[in-house]
């Protein structure tokens, strides 16, 4: 139908306003869990992000509206449904700030492995972060736990990040070890992620070199093969210049 909203007319419209509600999701998030929000301050932080949160469902129930095929759609963007429908896991709705990686892309140039690295970088760096935070509003308070502070959470993430667990910090509430298996199973994908960059870079260097022997090869063919059609060229001039034998034979000299 001419003149009906698409969905790449949506996301382009709406981009940058979800942006900023996720960057403001994130100050918000950040400062309740790093300050230990109480009473009145807690409560408009909690009602900010529940706002916050209204906006990204709009979002969501709008791009299933506008889906040629919904049930296609829906079955493509279930991390998305349930971000939206499960207050527990809204935070992760702030992966949607990947769209301001998309300026450190640009920078990068249009290249593949560009692309990739700083999608991963950023992702990682987020995914670390907003692990910390979940991990401290989570175990702060509990009884018997090991992880009291931001500087303890974020040690404790990236060592789980990147597979490494100590074991000197482990969650004890059932929110706590949520967050580490959902850290585990993003961490074991981006390490192949960056395993698989790093093997593509490679890759393209060796390349890059073989395409350089190979220009160099084909420049000492060329010349090769211009010093032969010179050589060629002063023999026949040569070859005028000599005095005709009368019998029809070779020039003499």
Do not use: K, N
Not at 76 to 100: G, K
Not at 120 to 146: D, F, I, K
Not at 169 to 194: H, K, Q, Y
Not at 232 to 241: D, F, G, K, P, Y
Request: aromatic residues 8%; hydrophobic residues 55%; contains cysteine.
């Amino acid at each position: 139908m001419a003149g009906r909203l698409t969905q790449e007319q949506w996301r382009r419209r709406t981009d940058w306003p979800i942006t900023l509600a996720a960057l403001l999701f994130l100050v918000v998030y950040s400062v309740s869990v790093l300050a230990d929000l109480h009473g009145g301050a807690a409560e408009v932080a909690e009602w900010t992000m529940w706002g916050i949160w209204i906006v990204f469902v709009i979002d969501y129930v709008v791009m299933l509206a506008l889906a040629e095929h919904r049930l296609l759609w829906f079955a493509q963007h279930v991390p998305q449904f349930l971000v939206v429908v499960l207050p527990m896991l809204r935070p992760l709705r702030l992966l949607r700030l990947l769209t301001l990686f998309d300026l450190l892309r640009r920078a990068t140039g249009t290249w593949l492995r560009g692309r990739v690295t700083g999608y991963v970088l950023g992702t990682a760096a987020l995914l670390v972060y907003l692990a910390s935070l979940a991990e401290l509003e989570a175990e702060r308070h509990a009884a018997g736990s090991q992880i009291r502070d931001f500087g303890d959470a974020l040690w404790w993430a990236c060592e789980t990040v990147t597979t490494v667990g100590y074991g000197e910090r482990v969650p004890v509430t059932l929110e706590g070890r949520l967050v580490a298996v959902g850290l585990m199973v993003a961490g074991l994908a981006l390490l192949g992620v960056i395993t698989a960059t790093i093997a593509s870079w490679m890759v393209e260097r060796v390349a890059d070199a073989d395409r350089a022997s190979e220009a160099v090869t084909a420049q000492h063919v060329d010349a090769l093969a211009a010093r032969v059609e010179e050589l060629t060229a002063q023999i026949a001039a040569l070859q005028e210049r000599l005095p005709q034998d009368p019998r029809g034979g070779p020039p003499t000299r």
